[in-house]
């Protein structure tokens, strides 16, 4: 075991890291200390902290954030009950998470381009990505990531970090292109682990590219919690390696997270390079369907984050103003019910595509192995008609 004087815990070493990190390892708070302090508009209990950008100040503004959340946790809750009931694959579930998400989208310009992790679904939502793509992408079919709108955002990326090259090209290419847009790319906290992370900020650095990363810091990869990752004292921190600009927000704070990625998108926009977002969450469900995260952390753990939840401090804002109330709140729920109801509808009308399908598109010709597997999947589907 080691001694973190600066964190005030003990930090396993790699040998027992496995045993320790169950159940009772110390996760950090999401209430910001005086050390990493996080910024933040809206406090837990609704009350606002300082003034909002005349932008979003006005309350409809702020009803449109609170709808995209709403709608976020309404599918959420949806598409796990349809992966219980066989009729969706793994999916991520991003309760707790959905202001990280619709801050994003809300920060970024209709032309920059999203490149997201796998729980970003509310900033696929609020880009433009139908409900039913999103759908048939977790129920896997492929068609779910061709986006009708958003074309040039990218697809969910499933592995860890991979994506953060990929968007240090992207805003190459769009410096190339001499547009004024953005790369906007997202990954979690496990991601800043990973060799990608690092060579995607260095060279964006190197280079000054239009791209803003933000770290979904959620607490936990799996059951891995953040401390047990690095010794790092901030994720955002990370960004003083690869010399660019770093901030750090509360991530239940919808309005934290948008005026993060409104002032990077336009630091980047102008020519003043890229900047490395933290926002501070809290996973609130399993890792996904697979998972079982009573295994590794306690009920006591996760109550006490359910306080700091983004949607109740919205609400309370909102409802405090005087300009929200109960009727509001059904008349909303309602909507959004009945928008996913629909889709699920449309989704469980789509007719799978054959067998054949996962062959198409990565070869013009495809080499002779597969063409056998794909002769094969193509004989057996057929023998199942
Ligand atoms: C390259 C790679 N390694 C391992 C995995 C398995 N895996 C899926 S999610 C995950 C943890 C990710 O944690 P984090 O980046 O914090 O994102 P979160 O799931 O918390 O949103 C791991 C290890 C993977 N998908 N890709
Ligand atoms: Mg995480």
């Not at 003990?10 to 159940?23: G, H, L, Y």
């Not at 992207?170 to 990954?187: I, P, Q, S, Y």
């Not at 926009?269 to 590794?296: C, F, K, M, Q, W």
Request: some cysteine; proline content about 6%; overall charge negative.
């Amino acid at each position: 075991m080691l001694n973190c004087p600066r964190r005030g815990l003990v930090m396993a070493m790699p040998s027992d890291i496995e045993a320790k990190t169950r159940a009772t390892t110390p996760v950090a708070s999401p209430m910001p200390d005086a050390e990493t302090e996080a910024r933040r508009f809206i406090d837990p209990s609704g009350k606002l902290l300082q003034p909002v950008t005349k932008a979003w100040a006005p309350p409809e503004q702020l009803e449109r954030l609170y709808h995209a959340m709403v709608l976020t946790r309404a599918f959420d809750e949806k598409a796990i009950a349809l992966q219980h009931t066989g009729r969706l694959g793994t999916y991520p579930s991003s309760l707790g998470q959905e202001a990280v998400a619709v801050g994003i989208a809300a920060g970024m310009a209709a032309e920059d381009i999203l490149l997201p992790a796998f729980r970003e679904h509310g900033a696929q939502l609020w880009r433009g990505v139908a409900m039913l793509e999103l759908l048939l992408y977790w129920g896997g079919d492929e068609r779910g990531s061709d986006f009708k709108k958003a074309r040039v955002d990218f697809p969910v990326s499933i592995p860890v970090a991979a994506h953060f090259p990929h968007a240090a090209g992207v805003a190459l290419a769009l410096r190339l292109k001499a547009t004024r847009n953005v790369a906007v790319c997202v990954g979690g906290d496990g991601a800043t682990s990973k060799g990608d992370f690092y060579e995607a900020i260095n060279i964006a650095g190197a280079w000054k590219l239009p791209a803003v990363f933000v770290v979904n810091n959620n607490q936990w990869a799996i059951s891995v919690p953040v401390h047990a990752q690095t010794a790092a004292r901030t994720l955002a921190q990370k960004a003083v390696a690869a010399g660019i600009e770093m901030d750090r927000v509360d991530g239940n704070d919808v309005l934290a997270v948008l005026d993060a990625v409104e002032r990077a998108a336009a630091r980047a926009r102008s020519g003043d390079g890229p900047t490395l977002i933290e926002a501070v969450t809290y996973r609130l469900g399993d890792h996904t369907t697979s998972d079982n995260a009573r295994r590794y952390r306690s009920d006591e753990e996760v109550s006490r984050h359910w306080i700091e939840e983004p949607i109740a401090r919205l609400r309370a804002h909102l409802t405090n103003t005087g300009y929200w109330t109960k009727e509001r709140e059904e008349d909303l729920h309602s909507q959004c019910s009945a928008a996913v109801e629909e889709a699920v509808a449309a989704y469980l009308a789509t007719a799978a595509e054959p067998p054949s399908a996962m062959f198409d598109h990565l070869f013009a010709t495809l080499p002779a192995p597969l063409k056998r597997q794909c002769d094969l999947a193509t004989a057996e589907a057929t023998s199942h008609d």
